[in-house]
Every structure is written in structure tokens, then in C-alpha cells.
């Protein structure tokens, strides 16, 4: 009897830890940690006391807390790419992301003298950036060998899949568009806009689940990935119908399509005659199915289970005081009481 008892009371703090760790995690924010950085870096001109430019640090900062405030999530990872990420797709097409390699100036401002000065600044700011996070009540991760777009992915579309679960994704990336479904949205910080079916099937005029057949005829310019020659929207939706069904259609119905066309058009050859472009695109940019080791998701999903701790209020004001952040954030506390600390409630989940 006494042993039943014990048993009856495990399997309530079973059932009661079960719960709490559903609640923690029924609406996930995860953010592209690295796109958010250098997008505020190259926008946010802001100095400090000593002159120094502090937009980087500012400018995340802010964008995160703008997006907690907004979302309200239960919940709040922030993802950077891993060193070694992106050897993976370059093994593939060794040109992947070649056009980065030229140095360019990332802020349009005068805040800095040369591209030297403007990259240790970088350096620096980044480097500061990863020791706010420690003090914040959110997950941080970077794993060597893979990029954040691929942990992103597997945190949204494989590791929670529960029909409770929402995940919302912030980047100005375009590749995460082909992940929206009824559970997984997209906000674009630039457009101000949450990327939902509906909103796909309103901007671009097709399925969402058609999102990535559609990237993979067009390309990808940052990635260095060639498109089509001729091959857009416009001619998708008028030369080809089969594109704008409600169901998932592949390369090789688009390839077949082009191929019995009665009345053939240049888009036509063009698809007809590329589909081994088309595959290998396909293969570079896909993140429905991720093709990373099955350690590396085990330690996402284990670093995505551990327990989130608590906005730690006086390092960061102390952080804060000594980058001299005030010119820019006045009211720290209003600011931290209407986005981070809503996060404390699910950190003892």
C-alpha cells in the first residue's frame, strides 16, 4: 500500500512537470541571432558618452525586447551560426556564400574611420552582445559545424510539433518563409510583418507550401545561388497553373509541365533544360528536412530542455553603466518590465 502510494505520488509530479514544461514551451520565439546583429549594426548609429558606437549592442537589444513585447511568447531563443557552418553547402556548390568573402562597409554612417576601425568595432560589439545574453532569461546557441538557419529549423518544424505549440521566427532571411504553416509564422522586423498562410498566399499568390519550389527556380543573391534566367513570379503564375494548386508540387511536375507544354514560351525551355540546377538549389536551400547528425539534434533538444535562469537585473544595469548606454535607453527598468522580465514567470518551468 505504502509503495502504491509513493508510486501515485511520482507519477503526479511526473504529470505536473509535464504540464509546466508544455506551458513553457507553447509559443517559442526564436531568433536569427547573427541577422538581427548586423542588421541594427548597419542602421543604428548610436554613440555613447565617449563617442563610441554602441548601435550593435543598442540596436539587438532593443529589437529583441521590441519583439518579446510584441509576441509575448512563453518563451525566447536567440540562435548564431556555428563556427565551420557553412561547409557543409559548400561541399555541395563550392561557390555557396562566395560573394561575402569581399570586404565590404557594413555601416552607412561616418561613425568610423576605416573598414578596419568599423570590423573591431564589430568584433567588439558582438563580443559584448554575448555577455548581455547571459544575463538575460533567454536560450543562446551556436553549434560548430552547422548554420543557425538549420537549428532554427530543426526547432520549429521537428523538435516541437504538438498541435499547442506555436513557434514564431524572426529574421529578414527569406529561406524561413517555406517553413510557415499553421504553427510556424514569420516576422520580418524590416517589413513589419508576421508572415502567416494567409499572408503568403496574399503577397505572393500561390501556396505556402509551394514557398521553396518558388526559391529554388529564383535563387538566392546573398547566398550566391543562381536562379532562372527569365524565370520570376510573374511567369510562374501565368506560364505555369499547376503552380497555383493547394497542395505541395514538386521539380519534376513543374519539369514534366514544361516539357508537354502545347504552346512551349522561353520559361519553359528554361525549366525544361535546368532541373539539375533546380535539384541542387533545392538541396542547398531546403530546411523542411535538415540534414544534420543526429548528435547535433540531440543537442538541441537537450539544450532547449535545460532550465532558463532568471533576468539577472544587476549585471546587466552594471553592463550597462559601464558601456555608458543611458544616452540611448533612459528608463532601464520600464524597459526591462515591459519585455525581459515577462520572461521570468516560465523560467522555473
Request: hydrophobic content about 35%; glycine content about 4%; proline content about 2%.
Amino acid at each position: 500500500m505504502k509503495n502504491r502510494y509513493f508510486e501515485l505520488l511520482r507519477q503526479v509530479e511526473q504529470d505536473r512537470t509535464t504540464e509546466q514544461v508544455t506551458n513553457r514551451d507553447s509559443h517559442i520565439l526564436v531568433i536569427d541571432g547573427l541577422n538581427t546583429f548586423i542588421r541594427v549594426f548597419s542602421a543604428v548609429p548610436a554613440l555613447n558618452d565617449d563617442g563610441d558606437h554602441i548601435g550593435g549592442v543598442t540596436g539587438f537589444l532593443r529589437s529583441v525586447a521590441s519583439v518579446i513585447r510584441q509576441v509575448k511568447p512563453t518563451r525566447c531563443v536567440v540562435v548564431f551560426d556555428g563556427k565551420g557552418g557553412s561547409v557543409r553547402r559548400r561541399s555541395i556548390y563550392s561557390n555557396y556564400k562566395a560573394n561575402r568573402a569581399v570586404k565590404t562597409k557594413f555601416n552607412r554612417h561616418e561613425e568610423f574611420e576605416s573598414l578596419e576601425d568599423e570590423s573591431a568595432s564589430m568584433k567588439r560589439q558582438f563580443a559584448r552582445i554575448i555577455e548581455y545574453m547571459h544575463c538575460l532569461p533567454v536560450t543562446m546557441m551556436a553549434i560548430d559545424n552547422i548554420e543557425a538557419d538549420d537549428a532554427i529549423a530543426y526547432i520549429a518544424n521537428e523538435l516541437y510539433t504538438k498541435e499547442n505549440e506555436r513557434v514564431t521566427i524572426v529574421s529578414t532571411d527569406r529561406d524561413f518563409l517555406q517553413l510557415v504553416n499553421h504553427r510556424i509564422s514569420v516576422w520580418s522586423p524590416v517589413k513589419k510583418r508576421l508572415y502567416t498562410p494567409a499572408l503568403m498566399r496574399e503577397e505572393f499568390g500561390f501556396s505556402e507550401k509551394n514557398y521553396l519550389l518558388y526559391r529554388t527556380f529564383i535563387g538566392d543573391k546573398s547566398d550566391n545561388i543562381p536562379g532562372l534566367d527569365g524565370v520570376g513570379l510573374k511567369s510562374l503564375l501565368k506560364y505555369f497553373p499547376v503552380f497555383t494548386e493547394d497542395r505541395e508540387i514538386t521539380i519534376e511536375e513543374m519539369v514534366s509541365y514544361a516539357q508537354e507544354a502545347e504552346k512551349k514560351y522561353k520559361v519553359h525551355e528554361q525549366v525544361a533544360n535546368n532541373k539539375e540546377q533546380l535539384d541542387l538549389n533545392h538541396q542547398l536551400m531546403q530546411l523542411k528536412d535538415v540534414d544534420i547528425p543526429g548528435n547535433t539534434k540531440l543537442l538541441i533538444a537537450d539544450m532547449m530542455h535545460r532550465k532558463v535562469e532568471r533576468l539577472n537585473t544587476y549585471e546587466l544595469k552594471k553592463m550597462f553603466m559601464a558601456d555608458k548606454m543611458y544616452t540611448v535607453i533612459k528608463d532601464v527598468d520600464g524597459w526591462l518590465n515591459g519585455s525581459f522580465n515577462t520572461l521570468n514567470a516560465y523560467t522555473s518551468l
